[in-house]
């Protein structure tokens, strides 16, 4: 994937405030590249991090990889429309979004029922023209 236009990236920092607001209990919420690069988003203000920021990328890599992995299972089973880790501190969550991956962690307490909607939400936002390039037709 090459540079991605700053119409685009203003689009996802604007999209991912908006996941930010679906519940207080959201603690990142960001766009990463099919390659595990943050493109843009982050985490709600006043939140620190457990982990250092070359970890980050190296999640992000590795969220990266699993989606591309298991796309290999697209045409026998359809597409993975999110995954869910849930771990000891916190809830991981990934939704492919075309040639990009919603990534999002939450406070364990986090509503699941709230990925649905948030699932939703993206669904809606693929019909927008600044996806009409970078997501999967119906």
């Known amino acids: 994937m090459g540079l991605i236009k700053a ?3 203003l689009y996802f920092e604007k ?7 679906f519940d ?23 939140i620190k991090p457990f982990i250092e920021e070359r970890d ?7 969220v990266a990889l699993r989606i591309r992995m298991r796309n290999e299972f697209n045409k026998k089973l359809g597409r993975v429309n999110f ?4 771990r000891e501190k916190i809830i991981v969550m990934s939704m ?15 509503d699941l029922k709230t990925s649905y909607k948030i699932l939703k939400f993206s669904k809606g936002n693929r019909n927008k023209s600044i996806f009409s390039d970078i997501l999967p037709k119906k």
């Open 7 to 9: 119409e685009k990236v």
């Open 15 to 21: 999209f991912c405030k908006k996941i930010l607001e």
């Open 24 to 46: 207080s209990n959201i603690r990142f919420a960001g766009i990463i590249s099919d390659r595990g690069k943050l493109v843009a988003g982050g985490f709600r203000n006043g």
């Open 56 to 62: 980050h990328e190296i999640a992000f890599m590795e």
């Open 83 to 86: 995954t869910i880790s849930d």
């Open 96 to 110: 492919p979004l075309g040639n990009f991956i919603l990534y999002l962690s939450a406070e364990k307490k986090f």
